[in-house]
């Protein structure tokens, strides 16, 4: 599963979570920092990402269009890049069975393991 990591967490999750989710990336290094949510929607579909934010509109965005791309909604509130870091790293075995599941469309990812 490759995450595509938006504005909105850290870039420096990409090298934290390198070793479960290989060829990840964030939008800043894929030139996309600036970019509309429908352009980064598209690029995710494109390249064989699931997107993972704290906004909302890409869940809706989910609704809208369905998969690909899968999105993975990081709900924590205000919390640190190691905080989010720690939930992924709980979730794996879930990200794993969602990117494997053809319907799902997104996945939320939180303070406890659902």
């Not at 870039?11 to 964030?26: D, I, M, Q, T, W």
């Not at 906004?55 to 890049?81: A, I, M």
Request: net charge negative; charged share 25%.
């Amino acid at each position: 599963m490759k995450l595509l990591f938006d504005h909105n967490l850290s870039y420096k999750l990409v090298g934290r979570l390198a070793e479960l989710f290989p060829y990840s990336e964030h939008i800043r290094n894929v030139n996309l920092h600036e970019a509309d949510d429908d352009t980064v929607w598209e690029y995710a579909r494109a390249n064989g990402f699931a997107i993972i934010s704290k906004d909302e509109d890409f869940h809706q965005l989910s609704f809208l269009y369905g998969p690909p791309p899968k999105v993975v909604w990081v709900r924590l509130g205000n919390c640190t890049t190691a905080d989010i870091e720690q939930a992924v790293r709980r979730h794996h075995t879930d990200l794993l069975k969602f990117d494997a599941n053809e319907e799902g469309a997104f996945l939320v990812v939180g303070n406890k393991r659902t």
